[in-house]
Nanobody, 124 residues
């Protein structure tokens, strides 16, 4: 059983930056691909970014490409999401998730474990 705990959310102005962290425990972190998803009020949960086991491959939603960067530190069992040039449309609860598989990495159904989420609010 893998436990995931997100941190780093908060309130930021348009154009600002935040760095989210997701600390994992209870499993072999390097065996999991990791993803970030977000859910805004009244909307479905959507894919944001994902990273392969070694960190050699990354994947992004078109809406965040060029602004967000996902990375991981397997020695610290942590995955990060650096968010720059934030917009009000980025306001959501951000979740990290772990998957044993890399196929269909943008689909939330393949993820085995989820964190509780961290709120990101971008003011205009």
């Amino acid at each position: 059983q893998v436990q995931l705990v997100e941190s780093g959310g908060g309130l930021v102005q348009t154009g600002g930056s935040l760095r989210l962290s997701c600390a994992a425990s209870g499993g072999i972190f390097s065996r999991y691909a990791m993803g970030w998803f977000r859910q805004a009020p009244g909307k479905d949960r959507e894919f944001v970014a994902a990273i392969s086991w070694s960190g050699g491959s990354t994947y992004y939603a078109d809406s965040v490409k060029g602004r967000f960067t996902i990375s991981r530190d397997n020695a610290k069992n942590t995955v990060y999401l650096q968010m720059n040039s934030l917009k009000p449309g980025d306001t959501a609860i951000y979740y990290c998730a772990a998957s044993r598989y890399i196929d269909y990495i943008k689909q939330n159904s393949i993820y085995d474990y989820w964190g509780q989420g961290t709120q990101v609010t971008v003011s205009s």
